[in-house]
């Protein structure tokens, strides 16, 4: 399924996780499967956290870029609209190509 997915942009032009294990470089085109890194102050979800659209107002887009992602294996997490709605929580994801 088509889903959204908020990276952040590195100097170099690669992109990673915007909290969790934010120093692994992400591939694109590839099957990622979701690890568990527990990080003090977030919440334990061991899972890729996507969007229904390209929106999550709570979050700044400074440094950051959103892109169309493929989900597998995911269950959907309802959240307030000031955090994008709805939330896919993915075992699996292949990020496809950045949102202009």
Same mark, same amino acid.
Request: with cysteine; aromatic share 12%; glycine share 6%.
């Given at each position: 399924?088509? +889903? %959204?997915?908020?990276?952040?942009?590195?100097?170099?032009?690669?992109?990673?996780?915007?909290? $969790?294990?934010? #120093?692994?470089?992400?591939? #694109?085109g590839?099957?990622?499967?979701?690890?568990? %890194?527990?990080?003090?102050?977030?919440?334990?979800?061991? *899972?890729? *956290?996507?969007t229904? #659209? /390209?929106? +999550? /107002? *709570?979050?700044?887009?400074?440094?950051? @870029?959103? %892109?169309?992602?493929?989900?597998?294996?995911?269950?959907?997490?309802?959240? /307030? +609209? +000031?955090?994008?709605?709805?939330? %896919?929580? @993915?075992?699996? $994801?292949? $990020?496809?190509?950045?949102?202009?």
């Amino acid at each position: 399924m088509k +889903a %959204y997915k908020l990276f952040r942009v590195l100097a170099d032009g690669s992109i990673s996780s915007l909290f $969790i294990n934010k #120093t692994a470089r992400l591939q #694109t085109g590839k099957w990622l499967k979701a690890e568990s %890194y527990p990080t003090k102050g977030f919440s334990f979800r061991p *899972h890729w *956290h996507c969007t229904k #659209t /390209p929106e +999550a /107002p *709570h979050l700044s887009l400074t440094g950051r @870029a959103w %892109y169309e992602v493929i989900i597998d294996d995911f269950e959907e997490m309802s959240r /307030p +609209a +000031a955090q994008g709605g709805m939330w %896919y929580l @993915a075992n699996k $994801i292949k $990020i496809l190509k950045e949102i202009e």
